[in-house]
């Protein structure tokens, strides 16, 4: 089953201005990941962030893990053309720490 | 240097059919998976090896048998294609299987008609 649930489903926003997403998860975790992925193409790692942080930067990017609320969010600034694509949150396997739990994505369209 | 790579990128073929996908990985890692993401863009893993050694089986159907040769090869058969396996089939890898980070590969698009 699902453990992770992104937030907006889609999103589109213009050239230049921030994206916000956000990944609710149910069960005590010990890191989270955010990977993209481009139309047609595999996931790409973006992200890491380990239950002990509150925040985590990266170029643009910007990652915050609240673990009281079981949610994390991922923050886009200055967003470009090439941002355009599913950003997904994954959540290691309550079952097994062998696997991640991906979550259900946020299209992101960045219009020129 | 492609460090995740899948044959063949597109597989289009006829219901009933078997067809294998191949994965190969040049990272060193230690284990590899299958996904599986369907129309709707939900990514449920099926398989894990880890140094050749089956670790995960999600409840995939029996048509489907993973076979890891060596720790850097991963393949997927498929018995007895059907309409519902229309998907993109992903293959990652990761150093330990200790849920790190995964390095994906481009992605097999099946289409059985």
């Known amino acids: 089953s699902q453990q992770g649930e992104e937030d907006p489903q889609a999103l589109s926003i213009q050239e230049g201005e921030n994206a916000t997403m956000n990944c609710s998860y149910k069960?005590?975790?010990?890191?989270l990941q955010w990977y993209r992925q481009n139309s047609g193409r595999g996931l790409v790692h973006l992200i890491l962030?380990?239950?002990?942080?509150r925040e985590k930067h990266s170029g643009r990017l910007r990652v915050t893990l609240d673990t009281s609320k079981k949610s994390s969010s991922l923050l886009i600034t200055a967003s470009r053309a090439a941002d355009t694509a599913s950003y997904f949150c994954?959540?290691?396997?309550?079952?097994?720490?062998?696997?991640?739990?991906f979550g259900s994505g946020t299209r992101l369209s960045i219009r020129p | 240097d492609t460090a995740v790579s899948q044959t063949p990128k597109y597989l289009v073929t006829q219901m009933g059919n078997d067809k294998s996908i191949k994965c190969e990985q040049n990272?060193?890692?230690?284990?590899m998976y299958w996904y599986k993401q369907d129309s709707k863009k939900f990514l449920k893993i099926m398989f894990s090896?880890?140094?050749?050694?089956?670790?995960i089986n999600e409840t995939v159907p029996n048509r489907f048998s993973p076979k890891s040769p060596d720790k850097a090869h991963l393949n997927l058969h498929i018995n007895s294609l059907e309409l519902g396996d229309s998907a993109v089939y992903f293959c990652?890898?990761?150093?330990?299987?200790?849920?790190?980070?995964?390095?994906f590969g481009p992605g097999t698009r099946l289409l059985v008609l």
């Open positions: 090896y880890n140094n050749k050694e089956l670790i």
């Open positions: 069960t005590s975790i010990n890191n």
């Open positions: 990652a890898s990761s150093p330990s299987g200790q849920g790190e980070t995964q390095y």
């Open positions: 962030i380990r239950s002990n942080e």
């Open positions: 994954a959540t290691p396997g309550r079952s097994s720490a062998s696997k991640i739990i």
């Open positions: 990272l060193g890692h230690d284990t």
